[in-house]
C-alpha cells in the first residue's frame, strides 16, 4: 500500500486515499532492527492470526504475525532482502501471466532499490527500498558460514546476484542501521503531498458497488463512525494473503456455499478467493553454545543505548543474520529448494519461549511445498479473524522435504568451524535420529516463517481471481495488489517480490508502458 501511495501520488492529477487498520509507525522498537524480537508479539501493531488445528502438526494451531502498522508487514519483519529465484518468475508466466517472467520484473526490483553496493546489472541505486549489508553481525554468523564451506557449500555474497545458490550474510533493508519498512522508503517522502490523504486506525468493513459488477468505494471504520470512501477510478486492495481475500469475501466475492455459510449475499461468485494458500513451512534445530557470545544474555539496556546514541552495535543486527540456499537433490536440479536463516540465539517458538543459557539456532525450510490451503469466512463480521487452513505437510513430499531439512541443518552444524562453540542439540536432541522420531519432531515444532500468499491468485484462466493486470475478474475498478496474488510461492523471503509487484502494478494503473525487460543470461552455477 505504501508503495502504491507514493507512485500513484507523484501525479499531482490523481488524488490517493491509503486506508490503513493499524497506528503509525512510532513504536521505536520498529526502526531499531533487532527490536523485532519485541514486535513478533506487540498485539497493536500485529494480526496475531493463528491457524486453524493444523492435522499433520498434531492439531496445533500455529502462530502467524501480520503487521497492522503503516508498511504492514515489512515494519515487523526480519529486513532480510531476497528476491526469490529468477526461474519462479518465469513459472509464473508459464503459468498464463505474460509481462511477469523473470526479465520483465527485474526492471521493478531494481527501480525499488537503493542498493548500497552500487549500481549493476542486477541491482539498482536511488529506488526508495534501501539495501544494505550488516552494520553488525555476530561472530558466530561467521562461523556458520565456515561450517557450510567445510560441508561443501559454497560462499555467497550476493543471493540476489548472479547465483543464488550457498551462504552468506543476508543484506537488509535498513537505512544507516535502521529498519527501511515501505512506510519509511515510501511513505515518508510522499507524505507532504496535497493529493495524498493517509487514514491510520480505519478498519475497512468491505467495498461498496455503483453497479452489479463495478465497485466504487469502499466503507471504514475510525475513532467509532462508519465512513465510505468513493474512489474517482479505482479501488485498490493491498491488505496481503489473508486480509484481501477476507474483504472480497466480506462484500460478496467468493466462493458463494462459503459466503452463504457466513451470511453474505452473493454479489460475484469467485470460486478461488481464499484458495491457494501457500506457506514456508519452517523447522529449528536449537544447540547449546559452550562459549557466553551468543545474543541470549545481552543487556537490552546497554543495545539499546548503544544504538540510540548511535546506532551501531547489536541492535543493528536483524538477528537472522547468516543464511543459505541449497539443492537438496529432491527437486530441480537447476535451482535451490531449501533456504536457511542462522540465529546466534536461542528461538524458539517466534522467540515466545524463552529458553536459558547461551545457544543458536538453525531454522531451514522447503521453498516450493506442494501442500495448498485455504481461507474460511466464519461470519459477516469484519472484525472476527477468517479461519486459517494452512493444511501444512498435507503432501507427502512436504513431510520428505521437512525431513531434509533437519538432515542438512545437521550437517552444517556438525562442522568443525562450530566444535569450539558446540554443546548439546536441545532440538530435535542428539538421542532423535530415527525417521519415525524426527517426523514426529517436525509435528511438533514445526512453524510458519512468515511467507503466506497465493489466495488471490493471478492467471489467464477463467478460475483465476486476478488476471495479469490484477484487475478482479468480473468485475470493474477493483483490483488486488500484494502478496495474494501470487500464483506461487518464490524461492525466498517475500517482502521484496511484494514490493516489485506494486511497482509494476503502479505502470498499470497509471497507464504507463512497462519499463523495458532485462535480458540477463542465466549463470552456469544455476543451469541444470
Known sequence: GCALANRLSADPSIRVLLL???????????????????????????WN?????????????????????????????????????????????????????????LPYFRRSEDQSRGESELHGVGGPLSVEDLHY?????????????????????????PTQRGFGLYQVTQRNGRRCSTAVGYLRPAKPRPNLTVLTGALTLGLVFTGSDRVGGVRFRRHGFTQTAMAEREVLLAAGAINSPQLL???GIGPAPMLESAGVSVRHELGEVGRNL?????????????????????????????????????????????????????????????????VPALLDDHGRNRLPGDGYTLHACPLRPESRGYLALRSDNPRQPIAIHANYLSQAEDLE???????????????????????HEIYPGNDITSRD???????????????????????????????????????????????????TLVGGNTNAPTIMIAEKAADMILGNAALAARQTPEPAAEAA
Open 278 to 342: 501457500q506457506d514456508h513451512l519452517d523447522i529449528c534445530t536449537l544447540t547449546r553454545c559452550s562459549q557466553p557470545i551468543t545474543y541470549d544474555q545481552l543487556s537490552e539496556l546497554r543495545v539499546g543505548l548503544r544504538y540510540f546514541l548511535h546506532h551501531e552495535g547489536e541492535g543493528t543486527s536483524n538477528i537472522a543474520e547468516g543464511g543459505g540456499f541449497l539443492v537438496s537433490g529432491r527437486g530441480r536440479a537447476d535451482r535451490p529448494d531449501v533456504q536457511m536463516h542462522f
Open 437 to 487: 522420531g524426527l517426523i514426529e519432531f517436525i509435528r511438533t515444532k514445526a512453524e510458519t516463517i512468515y511467507h503466506p500468499v497465493g489466495t488471490c491468485r493471478m492467471g489467464s484462466d477463467p478460475h483465476a481471481v486476478v488476471d495479469p493486470e490484477l484487475k478482479v475478474r468480473g468485475i470493474e475498478g477493483l483490483r488486488v495488489i500484494d502478496a495474494s496474488v501470487m500464483p
Open 401 to 423: 522435504m521437512m525431513l531434509e531439512c533437519v538432515r542438512l541443518s545437521r550437517q552444517v552444524l556438525g562442522q568443525p568451524a562450530f566444535k569450539p562453540f558446540r554443546g
Open 137 to 161: 553481525a555476530n561472530p558466530l554468523s561467521e562461523v556458520f558460514i565456515q561450517a557450510a564451506e567445510q560441508a561443501g557449500f559454497a560462499r555467497n555474497r550476493d543471493f540476489n546476484g
Open 49 to 105: 492470526y493463528l491457524t486453524e488445528p493444523e492435522p499433520a502438526l498434531n492439531n496445533r494451531q500455529l502462530y502467524w504475525p501480520r503487521g497492522r502498522v503503516l508498511g504492514g508487514s515489512s515494519s515487523i519483519n526480519a529486513m532480510c532482502y531476497s528476491r526469490g529465484h529468477r526461474s519462479d518468475y518465469d513459472d509464473w508466466a508459464a503459468l498464463g501471466n505474460p509481462g511477469w517472467s523473470w526479465d520483465e520484473v
Open 249 to 251: 469475501m466480506l462484500s
Open 20 to 46: 490503513e487498520a493499524g497506528p503509525r509507525d512510532w513504536n521505536p522498537f520498529i526502526h531499531m532492527p533487532a527490536g523485532l524480537a519485541k514486535l513478533v508479539n506487540f498485539k497493536s501493531l500485529n
